[in-house]
């Protein structure tokens, strides 16, 4: 299938061609038509398939298709609600919501905590037709009458199950509330997972949706090609510098899994002359959106996070994500190597199995349903670090 026989608005399919994508994803091409068609949706998506594009298309070409509307309270009405439930999630959505709409006369924004208000209330003061936001910001924004949801026409929580993970649905209901009635709007509901609390949201917040599942389970290892190195923890480093320079990656992941580990990888690469950054629960939010555009744009090779930081990553052309250790927990290490081999390409992991991470290998084999195998590293892999004067 092709992106033409969704019939999307011409000035979409230019954006969607210039981008250099001819082919809908599995889940673009079963959610786009269902949302063109009125449907309110519940899909089932991981990261990594194409779930933003899903969404974002043919909302777009539904506001694209209708004049903007005025709010019962006066200003240029909000028309589409994106909610995530986290800050780097929401900056992705809304970059997503720019490209795609770039040749449409729509205005979107972005709001979320952990950075100054005033910006973000300016933006809003100038009209905006697309607000993604996370729950506790707009909730702000709400309750100082700084937004109005009173026109939304078309409403989406991605990642439905970790905002629940989260704590975030009290919120969420309570925004929800400000909106049209379910059949009045509609209602596009996302998670990776379908558990019997998703599906309960589901049934409170929309009407008979389509359902759409992606397969859910370890969606990246089947484009991900994994390997396993058997290496001391003192000559994991060096097997880690060298893997990077002497290949010439250019994008890099590195996980570990403690904020410590994180910090002292990172300070030894910048060290040795290579350009990394560290994402962990320490990194201030303004700092964790610096760092991920200078990581988009090429400017970080490597980049070094723990699980929780990780997971909201989602960066096009990461070509190897490497585990310096391994997970505790084996759903982890589909979602570290899922960060590679997204939306179709491949990508490489590579983990290194040292005398403490020997006990993690086999609940991540029996979850994957078969064998790693484990290497030794080429011997000039582990060529000592030459030290910068």
């Excluded at 970059?95 to 209330?121: C, D, W």
């Excluded at 704590?167 to 209901?173: A, K, L, S």
Aim: hydrophobic share 40%; net charge neutral.
């Amino acid at each position: 299938m092709t992106f033409e026989e969704l019939k999307l608005a011409p000035a979409i399919l230019q954006a969607v061609h210039e981008q250099g994508y001819n082919n809908p994803t599995p889940i673009q091409a079963q959610a786009i038509p269902a949302v063109l068609a009125g449907h309110d949706l519940l899909a089932g998506a991981q990261t990594g398939t194409g779930k933003t594009a899903a969404f974002t298309l043919p909302m777009l070409h539904r506001l694209a298709g209708s004049a903007a509307a005025t709010s019962k309270f006066g200003n240029r009405g909000v028309r589409a609600l994106v909610l995530t439930p986290t800050r780097e999630l929401a900056a992705q959505v809304e970059e997503s919501v720019r490209t795609y709409g770039k040749h449409l006369a729509l205005k979107s924004t972005v709001i979320f905590g952990g950075v100054g208000m005033n910006p973000q209330i300016e933006r809003m003061k100038r009209g905006v037709d697309i607000l993604v936001a996370t729950p506790g910001r707009l909730l702000d924004f709400n309750q100082r009458g700084e937004v109005h949801l009173d026109m939304v026409e078309v409403m989406v929580l991605d990642e439905a199950d970790r905002m629940l993970d989260m704590g975030f649905i009290p919120q969420v209901r309570q925004i929800i509330r400000q909106t049209p009635m379910k059949g009045d709007r509609q209602t596009l509901l996302f998670s990776a997972t379908f558990t019997e609390d998703v599906m309960n949201l589901a049934r409170q917040w929309t009407v008979n949706p389509a359902i759409v599942e992606i397969e859910p389970e370890n969606v990246a290892s089947d484009t991900v090609e994994q390997h396993v190195y058997a290496v001391s923890s003192q000559d994991k480093y060096k097997l880690l510098y060298n893997l990077v320079t002497q290949n010439d990656w250019q994008r890099v992941m590195v996980f570990a899994n403690r904020r410590d580990e994180v910090r002292r990888i990172e300070e030894k690469l910048v060290r040795d002359g290579v350009s990394a950054a560290q994402m962990s629960g320490d990194v201030p939010q303004h700092k964790r959106i610096k760092t991920l555009e200078g990581f988009r744009e090429g400017k970080i090779r490597v980049l070094v996070a723990t699980d929780v930081a990780g997971r909201g990553i989602h960066v096009d052309g990461i070509s190897h994500v490497i585990n310096f250790t391994l997970p505790e927990v084996p759903d982890d290490y589909v979602h570290r190597i899922g960060r590679t081999g997204r939306a179709g390409s491949s990508g490489t992991s590579i983990s290194f199995a040292g005398e403490d991470d020997a006990f993690a290998l086999p609940p991540i084999e029996e979850l994957l349903g078969r064998k790693i195998n484990c290497e030794m590293p080429p011997e000039e892999l582990l060529k000592p670090v030459p030290r910068k004067h």
